[in-house]
């Protein structure tokens, strides 16, 4: 079974979540696609074995065969191709944008004159490690890229499907969210019981309904805040997973990069309940189907 860790916004506990699963269950994968700002790794301290560098292919002009007939540029869906044909005797000029560049392969494949190859441009690195029997993964995108989809979608290509795989997916609700959380048997959301917290939770639910994934909620420092996020639960029929209390302990834990379920063992056994609460709604998902 693959499960997401997702989130409306940052610093809800997402990571805190998917560490803590992963460490509490056996024959585990943890892939961390938050490749702008990983961190998974830093509570969960895995020794990294390979690394490999992750590219994307975008198009490179011989001008020497280009007409110019901004054929690139009209099926490029992201605007990365811009053509400046030639008069007055001028010859005219291809600029690429690489950053604008998702690697689909159309200008080149539809280039009447064959004038566009692709050429790997390096977008970030993949690093592959463990923690006893956890597999790690993660991805870190080059500072300055624009783009963290295709980074994460690379990251995904190493999903062990012989292990439950966890995925820490990034914040938000746009498309690195959409990409991470995409293909998953199951979605852990996961939120704060304030005004921002169920603004994000409401938007990431619509995210998930229209995916057609499965998820329910977990409520994070749930004794701080108001009740509207619970009520908002309810009315919508939205299984709460588990609530976290607000501690002291925990988030000193958290500062000092140590897991709770190393910090206090009882949690282990809540964090196994949140895992058999996720295939019990699973299973009976698939039954209904």
Not at 64 to 81: G, L, T
Not at 260 to 268: A, G, L, R
Request: charged fraction near 20%.
């Amino acid at each position: 079974m693959i499960i997401s860790i997702a989130s409306g916004k940052g610093g809800t506990g997402k990571t805190t979540i998917a560490v803590n699963l992963a460490l509490s269950l056996k024959n585990i994968q943890l892939l961390d696609c938050d490749v702008e700002e990983p961190n998974a790794h830093l509570f969960l301290k895995p020794r990294i074995k390979e690394k490999a560098k992750a590219s994307i292919p975008v198009p490179e002009v011989d001008e020497a065969k280009c007409n110019y007939c901004s054929k690139c540029r009209e099926v490029c869906a992201y605007h990365a191709i811009a053509v400046l044909s030639g008069n007055n005797g001028n010859k005219g000029s291809v600029l690429i944008f690489p950053h604008l560049c998702h690697g689909c392969g159309a200008c080149s494949l539809l280039c009447p004159q064959g004038a566009i190859k692709e050429v790997n441009k390096e977008i970030g690195a993949i690093e592959i490690g463990d923690k006893g029997d956890i597999q790690f993964i993660h991805g870190r995108l080059n500072i300055g890229e624009a783009m963290s989809p295709p980074l994460i979608r690379q990251v995904k290509s190493y999903i062990n499907p012989t292990r439950t795989v966890i995925i820490d997916a990034p914040p938000g609700t746009s498309c690195p969210v959409i990409t991470a959380a995409k293909g998953s048997d199951f979605c852990v959301l996961v939120t704060e019981p304030t005004p921002f917290g169920l603004n994000d939770l409401v938007l990431a639910v619509e995210v998930l309904r229209k995916l057609q994934i499965p998820f329910g909620v977990v409520v994070n420092r749930s004794d701080i805040g108001d009740g509207k996020v619970e009520g908002y639960c309810r009315e919508e029929r939205i299984p709460i997973l588990m609530k976290i209390p607000f501690s002291k302990e925990i988030a000193v834990s958290y500062s000092e990069g140590i897991p709770i379920v190393e910090k206090d063992v009882s949690y282990q056994d809540k964090f196994i309940n949140l895992y058999l609460n996720i295939c019990g709604i699973k299973n009976e998902a698939n039954s209904r189907y």
